[in-house]
């Protein structure tokens, strides 16, 4: 992995999870470092992926960034739908006060 991977990576996956913090419904409790945090990290192992398979090259190719772009788009939907829905009547058992 070159260095130009892992920026690419960096940089398409806080852009994915930022636009998936985006477009979570506000009733939802997920906080944007979190969907920045499995977008970067899904981004790296998007990268990973593509030089185990050989899309690979000296420069950020094509496959590298729709690997990049696909698992971090799966990893930030899994994070927004596993988020905590937020109570409201305020405390998380959802009993009347």
Do not use: C, H, N, Y
Request: a positive charge; proline letters at 4%; aromatic letters at 2%.
């Amino acid at each position: 992995m070159t260095a130009t991977s892992l920026i690419a990576a960096v940089l398409v996956g806080a852009a994915i999870g930022l636009g998936g913090r985006l477009i979570t419904p506000a009733g939802r409790g997920l906080p944007a470092w979190v969907a920045m945090a499995a977008g970067v990290g899904a981004a790296v192992l998007g990268t990973i992926v593509a030089r185990l398979s050989g899309a690979d090259g000296p420069r950020v190719g094509a496959a590298e960034i729709v690997l990049q772009v696909a698992f971090a788009g799966a990893a930030v939907t899994a994070a927004g739908l596993s988020a905590d829905r937020r109570s409201t009547t305020g405390d998380r058992k959802g009993t009347p006060r």
